[in-house]
């Protein structure tokens, strides 16, 4: 019998689109069967428009906007992936602001994680080369194994909905 290797620290990454609710399903069956801790991560986009929103909105309007962004996404933390999860004690929420790829390699660096596991966005063409891929950035720098999970994977959490 082959001796698989024990990913202890499960890094998974979200922009809650379906492409990462299948990545979901192998990153936190990766957890389980190795009794790990599965990070989930999301990490906010730099916002090039936060001076301008800074300028025309007030202290108020704009902590209310915060305020309710981070409702949102703590509903799709919970949504998406926490209610899939019985034993909780063993899951880390993440969420990082800045340029995705960078953030991601300097958490798994700092966490000291075992393994990462993203789903593509399946762009190709002109759309990949200007938008370009946070999965591609992440497995050219990475010094951890990236499991990457291809668009249009189905998730099997999501089949029973």
């Not at 801790?37 to 300028?55: G, Q, S």
């Not at 602001?97 to 399946?122: M, N, P, Y």
């Amino acid at each position: 019998m082959i001796d698989y290797p024990k990913y202890k620290k499960v890094l998974f990454c979200t922009d809650f689109s379906e492409n990462s609710d299948c990545a979901f399903d192998y990153a936190f069956g990766i957890a389980k069967r190795d009794e790990g801790e599965l990070y989930i991560l999301h990490v906010i986009p730099a916002n090039k428009d936060r001076y301008n929103l800074e300028r025309c909105l007030t202290k108020v309007e704009l902590n209310r906007i915060k305020a309710t962004l981070q409702e949102d996404r703590e509903k799709a933390f919970n949504d998406r992936y926490l209610r899939y999860i019985k034993d909780k004690t063993k899951v880390q929420i993440v969420t990082k602001s800045g340029q995705e790829d960078k953030k991601i390699l300097e958490f798994a660096r700092k966490e000291k994680i075992d393994i990462i596991v993203i789903g593509t966005h399946g762009r190709t063409g002109i759309e990949h080369f200007f938008i370009g891929s946070v999965a591609e950035k992440i497995i050219r720098h990475s010094r951890i194994p990236v499991f990457i999970i291809p668009h249009g994977e189905k998730a099997g959490h999501l089949k029973s909905k």
